[in-house]
């Protein structure tokens, strides 16, 4: 039976995720080390529809405190993470990308270590298609990168 499960939640994991035609793509997520407080999740959001949309927030359970970040150079040249309470555009027909050293999901004050195949929960909130849940896959062997380009399901 646990081998049924385990191939189940395999098979869910990649699998196309859809909330009135927005798609997730290679979604992963990580942490530095068993011991850190923060994580990031990574993802691309395909809009296939005829209209604008807007990434406004998300939430976990897996952290106290989940943000959209980005990396931003200041005038000495220097990058830093900032928090971007407007949330990220999703151009009709176009996608985000979020990657390591741009755009990604933070998680602060993790509330469990992120482990290797452990399934992360995220929900991601558009400001005309609303809320979409997704269970991202933790990779801490992936490299900068490295793609796997699956598509993940929602839990609508």
Same mark, same amino acid.
């Given at each position: 039976m646990f081998?049924r499960?385990?191939l189940?939640a395999a098979? /869910?994991?990649?699998?196309?995720?859809?909330?009135q035609d927005?798609t997730?793509v290679?979604?992963?997520?990580?942490?530095a080390?068993?011991?850190a #407080?923060?994580?990031?999740?990574?993802?691309?959001?395909?809009? +296939?529809?005829? +209209?604008d949309?807007? *990434?406004?927030?998300?939430?976990?359970?897996?952290? #106290?405190?989940v943000? *959209?970040?980005?990396?931003k150079?200041n005038?000495?040249?220097?990058?830093s993470?900032?928090?971007?309470?407007?949330? /990220?555009?999703?151009?009709?027909?176009?996608?985000?990308?979020?990657?390591?050293g741009?755009? +990604?999901?933070?998680f602060?004050?993790?509330?469990?270590p /992120?482990?290797?195949?452990?399934?992360?929960? *995220?929900?991601?909130?558009f400001? #005309?298609?609303?809320?979409m849940?997704?269970?991202?896959?933790?990779d *801490?062997?992936?490299k900068?990168?490295?793609? +796997?380009?699956?598509k993940?399901?929602?839990s609508?």
């Amino acid at each position: 039976m646990f081998t049924r499960i385990t191939l189940f939640a395999a098979l /869910f994991a990649a699998a196309p995720a859809f909330a009135q035609d927005i798609t997730i793509v290679d979604a992963y997520a990580r942490s530095a080390s068993p011991a850190a #407080k923060t994580g990031a999740a990574f993802l691309v959001i395909e809009n +296939h529809t005829d +209209h604008d949309d807007r *990434l406004i927030g998300v939430a976990s359970p897996a952290a #106290k405190m989940v943000q *959209l970040h980005t990396h931003k150079e200041n005038a000495d040249g220097v990058m830093s993470m900032v928090h971007v309470e407007e949330g /990220f555009a999703l151009p009709e027909g176009g996608a985000i990308t979020m990657q390591r050293g741009g755009e +990604h999901v933070m998680f602060m004050g993790l509330t469990g270590p /992120f482990e290797q195949g452990a399934m992360i929960p *995220l929900t991601l909130t558009f400001e #005309k298609a609303g809320e979409m849940e997704i269970e991202v896959p933790v990779d *801490l062997e992936r490299k900068p990168g490295q793609g +796997h380009m699956q598509k993940q399901e929602t839990s609508d």
